[in-house]
């Protein structure tokens, strides 16, 4: 069974930054996407930030400059570097995994990290 963990949430003042981290466990196709997600209260889960295995990756127009998405493929673990954080940012963040093998798709989350960007 897949796992995902996310972690490093916290509190933080607007402008600060936040690094949090997703660890993925289990059993796992090497060709991969791990996506970090967000909702706030009363708004849409929406998109942060994916990365391919291979290294290719996207962003929300409204993380574009700020976040940074990386991974560590051989520990199966992802990262999202935030800064300059808004308080428009404050939202639980979620880590998603999806992969493909043969005709089957695979997609897991993790529980959430809390983000709260306030003074």
């Known amino acids: 069974q897949v796992q995902l963990v996310e972690s490093g949430g916290g509190l933080v003042q607007p402008g600060g930054s936040l690094r949090l981290s997703c660890a993925a466990s289990g059993s796992i196709f090497s060709i991969n996407e791990m996506v970090w997600y967000r909702q706030a209260p009363g708004k849409q889960r929406e998109l942060v930030a994916g990365i391919t295995s291979a290294g290719r990756t996207n962003y929300a127009d409204s993380v574009k400059g700020r976040f940074t998405v990386s991974r560590d493929n051989a520990k199966n673990m992802a990262y999202l570097q935030m800064n300059s954080l808004k308080p428009e940012d404050t939202a639980t963040y979620y880590c998603?995994?999806?992969?493909?093998?043969?005709?089957?798709?695979?997609?897991?989350w993790g529980r959430g990290t809390q983000v709260t960007v306030s003074s």
């Open positions: 998603n995994l999806i992969f493909r093998r043969g005709s089957i798709s695979y997609d897991y």
